[in-house]
């Protein structure tokens, strides 16, 4: 680096050819600081005016170059971000995290040039709140959007699309449910925002979302001239209620003999039907329950044919190479564990448990498997790591990056709810409800995993508040399980049936993840 | 009728405060709209009106800067920032003010929720 000395010009390196214009630049700006004449001084001269505004152009070049220098990763390209999720797709239903029957052969085969995180879970089992997280790295009470039904991400928080498309991204949402869209915000920074909603009775499904990326697409590569790299996010929803059971999907899974009962189950079964047996007004009886499982997987081995058509079309443009695709889940879904079905309500492991697949290559590749414990808005950090993105100020504090060598396990804290609004519409959908049906809707739900070392026991605690505004919030339930002898949450270690001395321990346990559920972090 | 000069003391100081009141009103309320969320930022206030849910929001600033929402809002603030968004969208009432992304709301509540 050239400097100006005291009283005198710049003094020129011994190597400085002395037609290196940008070296001649730094004796000029050092002759206009130290009054140096130059050799062409005269009647040729720049005037002061032309001069300084050529030094504010070259200053402002050089923080240019500085900024983009900055923003761009070590590599020096930015790359593009794939986002795909599967709404409502447990982590337990894909072949990947071991599911025996044929449900994803398209995420198997992406997972062989990739890294699959077998233990991820959501930080909140509602399509709101988790993708608030996904795109701020906060946990819910950080971002503070619970129902995504007239509250707001906290302000000043940018979500991932505005930060990348700030830093030059062209950003691009293809979203099929409604809960992502502008009437909740989580679109916001999207520059294209496609809504491809399936909703009953609309007739649309995931095949309208591959086409409308198949759309966006092709009008791009007829686009001369814009090269910037894509933050596409895509969101399926084949496994959210009423289940898309395509007969060909489910007899891949299952056979030609399970087609009926399954797709009887998923026209049967719809929200409504699933909140009546949430509330105990009318439960949905155990065959259709087990019906319903079959149209599940054949909803899954569909999202998955999507996915992979999306994948091909992308890898065609060009859009995968060097490119950071995550394949994941907002939440999973309950299909008649611990009497439940949807996903509301529960913070137990059908609905934490989450798919979670990650391609970055160089970084995340190989077709590694991981089993230690993440949480699906450490995608937040990985993303922007990859980018060369700088964190927002305030966001991010929940999420460490998934690159991590050896990856160590993080802890799990896991929301949902009150859900204050949703109640006032639960009550106006079930008039005849006793009241009493309402009431979980003013609780908190919490769980919480701590960091364990795979294949050690791995303790979690579920705990269940009642919130009022204004009161000390009420226990309604407090229970403690082992993941690891207990993968399904069988035993309460607080419950009647341990012992005094099973149950002082785990006593113990369960105010230690207490305190850890309250610190957050 | 001559008035006495202290008749005009309580006018005088209510058109004071009002002049203060509307200045500061002007000076450091910002009003702001993205997507459907149209909000009033006054010092370390910050009120939302979400024109597709119709609902309020009430946040305040820490001394670290960060926004808490408010759990009981205070009546007098949510009044005065309600005041200046309608008075910036011309509206009488939040009734006034059109509902956004009602496409999005039917699909919502079409889905079954609510």
């Known amino acids: 680096m050239t400097r100006a000395r005291p009283g005198g010009g710049a003094s020129p390196p011994a190597d400085a050819p002395g037609n290196d214009p940008s070296r001649e630049g730094a004796r000029a700006d050092a002759r206009a600081a130290g009054g140096e004449p130059g050799p062409s001084a005269g009647a040729a ?18 923080v240019a170059a500085a900024g983009v220098a900055f923003l761009r990763p070590a590599g020096g390209v930015r790359p593009n971000v794939i986002l795909i999720v599967w709404d409502t797709c447990r982590g337990d239903r894909v072949e990947v995290n071991g599911y025996a029957r044929p449900t994803t052969p398209r995420l198997a085969a992406f997972a062989r040039d990739a890294v699959t995180f077998r233990e991820c879970r959501t930080p909140a089992p509602w399509t709101a709140p988790a993708h608030a997280s996904l795109f701020t790295g906060l946990l819910p009470r950080g971002h503070r959007m619970r129902e995504g039904m007239g509250d707001t991400v906290r302000p000043g928080i940018p979500l991932l699309a505005r930060t990348l498309r700030e830093a030059g991204y062209e950003t691009v949402s293809v979203s099929a449910n409604p809960v992502v869209s502008t009437l909740t915000g989580l679109t916001d920074g999207f520059e294209h925002d496609f809504q491809r909603f399936r909703i009953p009775g609309s007739g649309v499904t995931g095949n309208a979302v591959r086409d409308q990326v198949r759309s966006w697409g092709l009008r791009r590569r007829s686009v001369r001239g814009d090269r910037r790299p894509v933050f596409l996010f895509v969101n399926l929803m084949e496994t959210h209620l009423p289940y898309v059971a395509e007969p060909s999907a489910v007899a891949a899974v299952h056979g030609d003999a399970a087609v009926g009962p399954a797709t009887a189950a998923a026209a049967a079964v719809g929200d409504l039907e699933a909140k009546l047996h949430v509330a105990g007004v009318r439960r949905v009886d155990d065959g259709t329950v087990a019906a319903l499982s079959l149209a599940y997987d054949g909803a899954v081995r569909e999202v998955d044919r999507i996915t992979g058509e999306i994948l091909d079309f992308l890898d065609g443009e060009g859009l995968l190479d060097g490119a950071l695709v995550a394949i994941c889940s907002d939440h999973g879904e309950n299909l008649g564990e611990h009497g439940e079905l949807n996903h509301a309500f529960s913070v137990y492991e059908p609905v934490l448990h989450v798919p979670l697949v990650v391609r970055w290559p160089g970084r995340l590749d190989g077709g590694r498997t991981e089993d230690a414990q993440v949480r699906l808005h450490d995608l937040y950090a990985t993303i922007l790591q990859a980018t060369g993105v700088p964190t927002p100020a305030g966001c991010g504090l929940d999420s460490v990056p998934l690159t991590e060598f050896p990856l160590r396990p993080r802890p799990v804290i896991a929301e949902y709810g009150p859900m204050a609004r949703s109640r006032d519409a639960a009550r106006a959908a079930m008039p005849d409800a006793p009241e009493e049906a309402f009431a979980s809707f003013g609780h908190l739900f919490r769980a919480v995993i701590p960091a364990a070392s795979p294949g050690a026991p791995r303790p979690k605690l579920v705990l269940v508040d009642e919130r009022v505004p204004g009161r000390a919030p009420v226990v309604v339930r407090e229970e403690l399980f082992d993941l690891t002898a207990d993968p399904r949450e069988q035993r309460d270690l607080l419950g009647a049936a341990a012992t005094e001395a099973a149950r002082d321990a785990a006593g113990e346990v369960a105010r230690a993840l207490r305190a850890l559920g309250e610190a957050g972090r | 009728m001559r008035l006495s000069p202290r008749f005009w003391v309580v006018p005088a100081v209510l058109a004071v405060a009002s002049i203060a009141v509307a200045g500061g009103m002007r000076s450091d309320a910002a009003v702001e709209s993205r997507g459907p969320v149209h909000a009033v930022v006054s010092g370390d206030l910050r009120y939302e009106f979400h024109a597709a849910w119709r609902t309020e929001n009430l946040w305040r600033r820490d001394a670290a800067g960060v926004w808490r929402r ?36 039917e699909a919502f509540r079409a889905l079954g929720y609510l």
Do not use: K, M, Q, Y
């Open chain 2, 70 to 105: 408010v759990a009981g809002p205070d009546a007098a603030a949510l009044d005065g920032l309600r005041a200046r968004l309608l008075a910036a969208h011309g509206a009488s009432s939040l009734d006034d003010i059109p509902g956004i992304a009602t496409d999005e709301l």
């Open chain 1, 45 to 62: 001269r720049p005037s002061r005016a032309a001069r300084l505004a050529l030094g504010v152009l070259a200053a402002g070049l050089a």
